[in-house]
């Protein structure tokens, strides 16, 4: 019989008794013990997610101004791989990201590497990451340029994770319908309905990511471990890149956002995603973790994407950890008119060649961004039992070193 366990760190602190909620912490609390050695950064994710929200980090005792309500609440670990921590850093990105937005009509490209790549980047997630960003984004803009003769900007970010949690790197980039021409004295508007040729961005993805995995590999710094040290043989990694080569790359457009607000919530869905969601969970226990995914396949078949999969729970545990990015990686870049050099004086000459719309019942940029702020609080000290006062700290919980339970 399954052990539906509860998340007991996300309970205490309550003013009310709630159903108690799967938390993949919980995993880890009861079975970390089982995972054998691990890399003093996988250390860190674990020990950060297990403690998340605990007395192990201390808190807060807050009361309510205006009535006799008190509450308690454990402070946040802030580790960019715990599932509690996302919204609140998510939110704050959104907000400085919404003075980027342009009044046209957003694209979606997604660059995925073959999976025969999967050995190296165990042993060289920073080097070949960084390689991912680099290629995918040259490539989008030469493609760009080669067509439209401008100047296009992007955000793109890392997923590292398929919905199994296999590993599987790709890139979302979000790109502006248009691009600056002409020293910035032109907007160039895309063809909404013919975007760029994605065979085109394939064969030159390929073409530049091998690139510059051979240069990596011929000036040293990649490394290789008892799990991929046969590519450590010159052969064996030529072999590799002429077998990946020789395949079509996966490079897709989705469907375009037609106004700024997509934008704002698309982002909001994928910027700081990470490879799990507790609302995923259904059940786990010491030997297994039952949990949702969607079947993509499936999907694409016009058949029901939503399935069940059960992992051993070591398994799940290694999986997930799979996902853990090297310290200080920047999982978000920004490329062309929206990089850091580029960015405060090419948007304000897109600006002016892009006024706002007029069009009766059209919203504006800032409209927009107004309204989702207003839809998307980061938090609130409203008093949740009279709903007139503010909850102020009162009173500070020391932290408390907790016995490990396995």
Known sequence: ???????????????????????????????????????????????????????????????CNRCDNREQSYNSCRNRHCIKCQFAAKREWIEERAADLLPVCYYHVVFTIPHEFNELILTNKRTIYDILFRASSATLKEVFRRKYQAEPGMIAVLHTWGQNLSLHPHIHMVIPGGGLADGDSRWVHTEEKFFLNVRALGSVFRAKFIKMIRRAYSKGPLTFLDINEHLANRPAFQDLLDTTFKQDWNVYAKKPFQNPMHVLKY????????????????????????????DRQAEKEGKSASTEMTLPTVEFMRRFLLHVVPRGFMRIRHYGILGSSRKKTA????????????????????????????????????????????????????????????
């Open 1 to 63: 019989m399954s052990l539906v366990l509860s998340t007991i760190c996300s309970q205490v602190g309550k003013s009310k008794v709630e159903k108690p909620k799967l938390d993949m912490a919980d995993i880890f609390r009861f079975h970390r013990h089982k995972l054998g050695i691990l890399s003093w950064q996988k250390q860190k994710v674990v020990k950060a997610i297990t403690e998340c929200r605990t007395a192990a980090l201390g808190g807060h005792i807050y009361e």
């Open 267 to 294: 982002l909001g869905g994928y910027t700081h995603r990470i490879a799990f969601a507790n609302h995923r969970l259904l059940e786990f226990d010491e030997k297994t973790v039952r949990f949702k995914i969607r």
């Open 347 to 406: 948007l304000a000459a897109a600006r002016k060649l892009l006024p706002e719309s007029h069009d009766k019942g059209t919203k504006s940029v800032a409209e927009m961004v107004a309204e989702f702020a207003t839809a998307s609080p980061i938090t609130s000290d409203e008093c949740q039992k009279c709903k007139a006062g503010k909850m102020i700290p009162i009173e500070t919980i020391m932290p408390v070193k907790i016995t490990d339970s396995t």
